[in-house]
């Protein structure tokens, strides 16, 4: 069995790059978790409570207003991230899948690359294959009826 290109290389991942990841990577996987979401809720809660022993400042308002923005921004770059590499990682398995399936279509290889023309074409012939397979459905429905 061949090695894969990430075996080959010693280290792709280093530094800055490789600490982002992980970070990324980590932080997205507990942001999605009951216990942060809870944790966001009893902060809303509290913060709701002091508005009227607060009366309602403006100071109070904006405590929750900047960080809300706060933390939406950074989560903006942390989700991204994260969805772009499985986005990357789910390309390259499918494209493993269709390179090593025998009868498979290898000109379907990387196709987000293409422009958005060229994906058009791919998707009306697709589209006009699919469409013919169930209309030789249907007909064969009405063979055996």
């Known amino acids: ?5 990430a075996q080959k290389s010693p280290s792709a991942k280093s530094g800055p790059n490789l600490w982002f990841t992980r970070f990324a ?17 009893i902060s809303i809660v509290v913060w709701a409570a002091t508005g009227p022993l607060l009366g309602f400042s ?12 706060i ?9 991204q991230n994260t969805q772009n590499r ?19 279509e290898n000109s379907l290889l990387d196709l ?17 294959l699919a469409e013919r397979a169930r209309a030789a459905q249907q007909t064969k429905k009405r063979t055996a009826a």
Do not use: C, H
């Not at 933390?71 to 989700?79: A, D, G, K, N, P």
């Not at 499985?86 to 498979?104: P, S």
């Not at 987000?112 to 006009?128: C, G, Q």
């Open 1 to 5: 069995m061949s090695q894969s290109p």
């Open 25 to 41: 990577g980590r932080a997205a996987q507990i942001a999605g978790t009951p216990w942060v979401f809870t944790v966001a809720v």
């Open 58 to 69: 403006e100071v109070w308002q904006l405590t929750v207003n900047t960080g809300t923005t």
């Open 71 to 79: 933390i939406t921004f950074l989560m903006v770059f942390l989700i």
């Open 86 to 104: 499985d986005a990357v990682a789910m390309q390259i398995k499918l494209d493993e899948l269709i390179r090593a399936t025998r009868g498979a």
């Open 112 to 128: 987000e690359e293409l422009t958005e023309e060229e994906l058009d074409k791919f998707r009306k012939t697709y589209e006009a």
